[in-house]
């Protein structure tokens, strides 16, 4: 769970990295036919490729490929299951999870249950530093494998029953687990990554052997471009192209011009800079598709400038969300009235009620009342390219409360959330979420709850915290969701932070290739995906 | 002259730690929590940051914690170790990776400073207020004008999108015509610089007392021009290009960032970006190397150029 680094389009290029690429695969440009081609898709230099150790998009996207996942999403966003054959509990504490019978890596080596413990086990040991760690925190014995010198290697609450087959433990009852198996943390590892139980080599990073429908054509070239093909061998759904080539630009505007001059099939992402001519410069290959992504407004509750919920919910009334998205964002993302993203099951729209609409009038009488602050700061990150929309929003509260109000722009993200760790006074700053995988659970607890990861604006409130838990220790999705929904009714009264946007996935593809879908994650989908004839 | 070359290279030495020092310093001073900056908006755990405290010997702190870092990164550079960046990728490696593009991408922006800058300069230096000559002193004025970070989109739109006379962006392997618009792009600006200095001279020069007495004593005006007057008006401009030289092998971050090449520039402007502090440090100290010695490299050559100038 955590606030992934938001990506390039909220705002900025973002985009970690670098690379390079367009001419020197021109070779394989011309041959036609669907069954040859390679397919080329925009990525930055991934930080990773150990599943465990994968949290960016550019990384999580050729992870996808090599790997298939345990569960995956459908049109609603509940779990189904892909390698798994299926993943059962009677009491959502201990769970089963029976596996697909055919199933082997690109080694030939079988995927067994074997193949899961030794992955997630190597991800959750504390020593081994793996980005994906806290995902494991909710199995019993997670804690035994922290700290420098752990207790123990292994998770207790992982279990082998038979070769396909294994058991995992929570420490609590947790209705969501199957959900979360959707996560690139909880992907296997073969034998042949380890060169001693629990130690990783370190050339599989280089050439990642996963059981997906792509493996990898020779290994990752950095800062180049990292190159897969189809695994025939794969029991799945086949991909319908046979070659995908990941590759890697340091800027948005350079793969930018090369989707126009088709040299490279898919822009995951559309540069900020290229939105407002986009939908021209690529007719109906500039696509959009739901995200979930949600940039929110935070107050530092504990300052008594802000701790007054009226105080929240006057700012809100006072920002006109429709308008920042259209001129601001061009439509490019939506405002947001809710506080979990709209792509979740159990979504509600307004949530936020009155204090969502944009009434001026009542917004002054309110925070008069109220007694806000005669002066707002919003503070930003100013590499992320927020500025705009945080001057907007400060004019905004200008005009229409009459207060005086300006931006405040912190270098990084991480200095931002230092002063507010140190409860430094930097006035409202924006955060943003994207999910790990679809579950109001995954905005509800790591944002509002007490101990969340990332309420760094000390909201708590009992009420919520407890109907948190009960619906992760419910028995049933629906009666999880009713008691989500009533704990996201008290965000609501309380007003902690305010809901400003949910984000889409803006890309646009060449003219060689069709049926592009992205996921929630900002991923390709690289099955479907094929070349125009 | 082998003295002055000794006493340069020892000069070399102080300043390549005094260098280094600095900028080690302002790389990891200025970041408030070097592990957060890693880890961008996540939140930390505490397994990462036990982990990553070791790894990086942030336990240490103050001044005294900031010299054992260095020293020991200084001990692992004179070892010919570069370190590893955060990403846990070999700094050596990706020099390696990183340098041949930079090169090649150099000598064509220098091959198209001296090809155009020089003749035209030549040219304009010789019919001083023709049409040739005011025209391109505007040419030149523009291009000095407009910024690379306009310049090198527009040229990307234009030529490689809209026209498709060059491929838009480069890459990792890139063909010599992959290269060839970049190379213009970056090798406009010297191109700009070499064709004002160039003409500056030679003009300077035609006045000179001993183009007078060559051409009083009869030399064709063709003689007059390249043997006489071109050689001494080329020693600025070989001093010019000499340093440029060593510019563009630093990388042009702008020029390789928008045609995507892979090359210095690129990765130190990613090091930069991500807040990768082994990576930039380590990439800096090279550069501080390259520029040292190219600059006396110029400053050799100078002497060889005029054998007026006399080191000690």
């Given at each position: 769970?955590r ?5 390039a ?7 970690v ?11 394989d440009?011309?041959?036609g036919?669907?069954d040859?081609?390679?397919v080329s ?5 991934p ?5 465990t150790?994968?949290t ?7 992870i996808a490929?090599?790997f298939s996942?345990?569960?995956?999403y ?7 299951e892909v ?11 201990v769970?089963t ?5 055919g199933?082997?890596f690109?080694n030939g080596?079988?995927?067994t249950a074997?193949s899961?413990?030794?992955?997630w086990n190597y991800?959750?040991?504390g020593p081994n ?5 806290p ?7 997670y804690?035994d494998?922290?700290g420098k ?6 998770m207790s609450?992982?279990k082998?029953v038979d070769?396909?087959?294994f058991t ?5 009852p947790?209705?969501d687990?199957?959900t979360?198996?959707?996560?690139n943390?909880f992907f296997p590892m073969?034998?042949?990554a380890?060169?001693a139980?629990?130690v990783?080599?370190d ?6 052997i996963?059981q997906?429908?792509?493996?990898m054509?020779?290994t ?5 471009k ?6 025939d061998?794969?029991?799945?759904e086949?991909?319908?192209?046979k070659?995908?080539e990941?590759r ?7 793969a930018y011009a090369d989707?126009?001059?088709d040299?490279?099939?898919v ?7 290229s939105?407002s001519t986009a939908p021209s410069d690529l007719g ?6 739901p995200?979930?992504?949600f940039q929110?407004?935070?107050f530092?509750t504990?300052?008594?400038d802000?701790?007054n919920?009226?105080v ?6 006072a920002i ?6 259209k001129?601001?964002?061009?439509g ?15 979504y509600?729209?307004d949530t936020?009620?009155k204090?969502?609409e944009f009434?001026?009038?009542e917004?002054?009488k309110l925070y008069q009342?109220?007694?806000g602050?005669?002066?707002i700061?919003?503070s930003y ?5 927020h500025?705009d929309?945080v ?7 200008k005009t229409?409360?009459?207060?005086d109000?300006?931006?405040?722009a912190?270098p990084?993200?991480a200095?931002?959330?230092t002063k507010?760790e ?5 006035g409202?700053?924006?955060?943003g979420?994207v999910?790990d ?6 905005y509800?607890g790591p944002?509002y709850s007490t101990?969340?990861?990332s ?6 409130n009992p009420?919520?915290?407890k109907?948190v838990k009960?619906?992760a220790a ?14 996201e009714?008290?965000?609501a009264?309380?007003m902690p932070?305010i809901?400003?946007?949910f984000?889409?996935n803006?890309f646009?593809h ?5 049926n592009?879908?992205m996921d929630l994650f900002?991923r390709?989908?690289l099955?479907?995906?094929e070349?125009?004839s | 002259?082998f003295?002055?070359i000794?006493?340069?290279l020892?000069?070399m030495?102080?300043?390549?730690f005094g ?6 310093a302002l790389t990891?001073?200025g ?6 900056a890693?880890?961008?908006?996540r939140p930390?755990t505490?397994?990462?940051r ?12 103050g001044?005294g914690?900031?010299f ?5 990164y ?5 070892q010919?170790n570069?370190?590893e960046?955060l ?5 050596g490696?990706?020099l390696?990776?990183?340098?041949p593009v930079t ?18 300069g030549v040219l304009a230096g010789i019919r ?7 025209s391109t ?6 291009v000095?004008g407009i910024p ?12 490689g999108v ?5 491929p838009p962006t480069?890459?990792?392997?890139p063909?010599f015509y ?5 190379g213009?792009v970056?090798?406009s600006?010297s191109?700009?610089?070499?064709l004002?200095l160039?003409?500056a001279?030679?003009a300077?020069n035609?006045r000179a ?22 050689r001494n ?9 000499g340093?440029?030289l060593?510019?563009l092998m630093?990388?042009?971050i ?6 995507n090449?892979p090359g210095?520039g690129f990765?130190l402007f ?6 990768d502090?082994?990576l930039?440090v380590?990439i800096?100290?090279?550069l501080?190397?390259?520029y040292?010695?190219?600059n006396?490299v110029v ?8 054998p007026?100038?006399r080191?000690?």
């Amino acid at each position: 769970m955590r606030v992934r680094r938001l990506a390039a389009w909220t705002a900025l290029p973002l985009a970690v990295t670098l690379g390079l690429a367009a001419c020197g695969s021109g070779g394989d440009g011309g041959s036609g036919g669907s069954d040859s081609s390679v397919v080329s898709i925009q990525i930055a230099e991934p930080k990773h490729l150990v599943p465990t150790n994968t949290t960016e998009t550019s990384g999580s996207q050729v992870i996808a490929g090599l790997f298939s996942p345990l569960v995956d999403y459908d049109a609603q966003n509940k779990p189904y299951e892909v390698a798994a054959d299926s993943v059962t509990s009677t009491d959502n504490k201990v769970w089963t999870i029976k596996l697909k019978d055919g199933y082997t890596f690109h080694n030939g080596e079988k995927v067994t249950a074997q193949s899961y413990i030794n992955a997630w086990n190597y991800g959750a040991y504390g020593p081994n530093g793996q980005d994906t760690n806290p995902f494991f925190e909710k199995i019993a014995g997670y804690a035994d494998l922290q700290g420098k010198e752990p207790k123990a290697k292994e998770m207790s609450g992982l279990k082998k029953v038979d070769d396909l087959t294994f058991t995992v433990t929570l420490n609590e009852p947790y209705i969501d687990f199957k959900t979360t198996l959707g996560y690139n943390a909880f992907f296997p590892m073969p034998d042949a990554a380890f060169s001693a139980p629990g130690v990783l080599k370190d050339s599989y990073e280089q050439a990642p052997i996963g059981q997906g429908p792509f493996k990898m054509k020779g290994t990752w070239q950095h800062d180049s471009k990292i190159e897969v093909e189809r695994y025939d061998a794969f029991p799945g759904e086949k991909p319908k192209v046979k070659n995908v080539e990941f590759r890697i630009y340091q800027q948005l505007t350079a793969a930018y011009a090369d989707v126009l001059a088709d040299n490279l099939d898919v822009l995951p992402t559309i540069p900020t800079e290229s939105l407002s001519t986009a939908p021209s410069d690529l007719g109906d290959r500039y696509k959009t598709s739901p995200m979930s992504s949600f940039q929110f407004l935070a107050f530092p509750t504990f300052d008594k400038d802000y701790s007054n919920p009226d105080v929240r919910k006057a700012i809100s009334m006072a920002i006109d969300r429709d308008e920042i998205t259209k001129s601001v964002f061009k439509g490019s993302q939506t405002p947001a009235r809710s506080f979990v993203s709209p792509v979740l099951p159990g979504y509600r729209d307004d949530t936020t009620g009155k204090s969502g609409e944009f009434n001026p009038t009542e917004a002054k009488k309110l925070y008069q009342a109220a007694g806000g602050p005669s002066k707002i700061v919003i503070s930003y990150n100013g590499d992320g390219g927020h500025k705009d929309w945080v001057d907007a929003t400060v004019n905004q509260l200008k005009t229409n409360l009459g207060v005086d109000a300006v931006g405040s722009a912190e270098p990084k993200f991480a200095d931002l959330l230092t002063k507010v760790e140190n409860k430094t006074p930097v006035g409202a700053f924006r955060m943003g979420w994207v999910m790990d995988y679809p579950t109001m659970e995954d905005y509800l607890g790591p944002l509002y709850s007490t101990n969340g990861s990332s309420n760094y604006y000390g909201y708590s409130n009992p009420e919520f915290d407890k109907l948190v838990k009960e619906g992760a220790a419910a028995k049933t999705q629906d009666e999880a969701i009713a008691k989500y929904q009533q704990a996201e009714d008290i965000l609501a009264k309380d007003m902690p932070v305010i809901p400003l946007r949910f984000g889409e996935n803006v890309f646009g593809h060449s003219s060689k290739v069709k049926n592009v879908e992205m996921d929630l994650f900002q991923r390709v989908n690289l099955v479907k995906i094929e070349a125009a004839s | 002259m082998f003295r002055y070359i000794l006493r340069r290279l020892l000069q070399m030495v102080l300043a390549f730690f005094g260098t280094t020092l600095i900028v080690y310093a302002l790389t990891f001073a200025g970041q408030g929590d070097p592990i957060q900056a890693l880890a961008g908006e996540r939140p930390v755990t505490p397994a990462q940051r036990a982990y990553l405290t070791e790894k990086y010997h942030l336990d240490a702190t103050g001044v005294g914690g900031f010299f054992y870092r260095y020293f020991d990164y200084v001990k692992n550079l004179l070892q010919g170790n570069l370190g590893e960046s955060l990403t846990g990728r070999n700094i050596g490696d990706i020099l390696q990776q990183a340098w041949p593009v930079t090169v090649r991408l150099a000598l064509i922006a220098l091959a198209v400073a001296i090809i155009f800058g020089v003749t035209a300069g030549v040219l304009a230096g010789i019919r001083r207020a023709s049409i040739f000559d005011n025209s391109t002193l505007v040419l030149t004025l523009l291009v000095l004008g407009i910024p690379t970070i306009v310049l090198a989109p527009l040229a990307q739109y234009l030529l490689g999108v809209k026209w498709q006379l060059f491929p838009p962006t480069a890459g990792s392997d890139p063909t010599f015509y992959a290269l060839l618009l970049p190379g213009i792009v970056l090798g406009s600006l010297s191109l700009a610089t070499a064709l004002r200095l160039t003409r500056a001279s030679v003009a300077e020069n035609l006045r000179a007392d001993y183009v007078r007495t060559a051409r009083s004593k009869g030399l064709v005006k063709r003689r007059i021009v390249i043997v006489h007057v071109l050689r001494n008006s080329l020693i600025p401009v070989v001093t010019f290009l000499g340093v440029e030289l060593g510019n563009l092998m630093s990388g042009a971050i702008i020029t390789e960032g928008v045609f995507n090449i892979p090359g210095v520039g690129f990765n130190l402007f990613r090091g930069i970006r991500t807040e990768d502090g082994p990576l930039v440090v380590g990439i800096v100290s090279v550069l501080v190397v390259v520029y040292l010695v190219s600059n006396l490299v110029v400053d050799v050559l100078y002497a060889v150029l005029d054998p007026r100038i006399r080191y000690e």
